[in-house]
């Protein structure tokens, strides 16, 4: 191999995201790409997906790094050699900051104490467990491959393992969902001294088993005024035990903020890896095929890169909206002078009519969202964007806010 050229020291640093695509079962609400764990060889992933870090170009390799977090999929599927294998992969071609977040999603039925210590032992440092609701009932009609009681022991037992920060994550909205069992549950969870929530709102997709039994009429999805009035009651019962709401659906305790995703939310750089798994660096924008056999057939040196063709005026539309999804908002100057005027003025008229509304404050630079902006927070990115003749631009503002379901 070459030798790796220094990275400028002015360059931001950057996030790396490592795709885990495989799944025991396909969970009723998920869309996403992902492949049946079974029989898979995860040497053979693994292999593919570290020769693909391997081959990073020579512009952004030794480019320092302070947040690394392996998602799917369910990357707790790897045994804990592996992604040591993975992370050694990435600290031979990238500098690594002192006090880099390394996370990883996990599922509970993966989480037995000796494989927690592994998972720490190789450098895991955040840990997210998928819980999604602490409701029998409701994980079976998910489909989700663990019960309750699996759960809790799974955030007992990772608690006890010298993670720096553990997650959890919680659907609302649920069929038949009721609310006080649901605030428990999140008592619960705090209870058990986890640092940062999840909560999703539950998105139907006419793809999954939950979409279709609900267009059939065989459940009843939970009505927006609902799923809106229990969001806020969580979001209170949360602030009130200090949880800080620094994102629409992400609450923390103080310092434990997904760093990595905060990277998402306000225009940073990033690399991903694994098919499937989103770019931005250098100012270009750029997947991988969502096709894993081809990208194990090219040994993870055949990603299949697909640029992304959106213009500037599209990415800022975008990085507005996903910045607002944060507790500070965005700093309209900062963004006008990267993507121009597609980026609204203080002072302009759509800020005047929002603020009116009670959806937006303004302080100083910075437009944020109120909490009742968030509730209806799709609804306030469509008006953001749209055009002076009054269409709404191709800002592709629907993916750059997942997890945000439009509540009036
Ligand atoms: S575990 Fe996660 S990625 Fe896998 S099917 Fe369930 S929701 Fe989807």
Redesign the pocket.
Known sequence: MTPAPAGTPSDPPLGLYLHVPY?T???S??D?F?VPARGRGFEEYCGALAAEIGATSDTLRARSVDTLHLG???PSLLPAPLLGTLLDAARRVFRFAPEAEIGLEA?PEDLEAARLAALCEQGIRRLTI?VQSLDDRSLKMLR?PHTARQALRSIELARKTPFRSLGADLILGLPGQDRAPTLAQIDTLLDLGVDHLSLYLLELHPRTRLGRETELGRLRPMGDDEAAGLYEEAADRLEARGFEHYEISNFARRGHRSRHNVKYWSDQEYLGFGPSAHSYAGGRRWMNRADLSAYLAGRGLDPGVIEDPQPRAGRGSEALCAGLRMLEGVDLEALRARYGRVIPEVGAPVLTELGDLGLVTIAGPRLILTRRGRLISNEVFLRLLERQDGEVSDSGAGDAVPGSRALS
């Open positions: 799944c079962v396909r969970c609400y998920c996403f992902l799917g999929g369910t599922n998928g989700r």
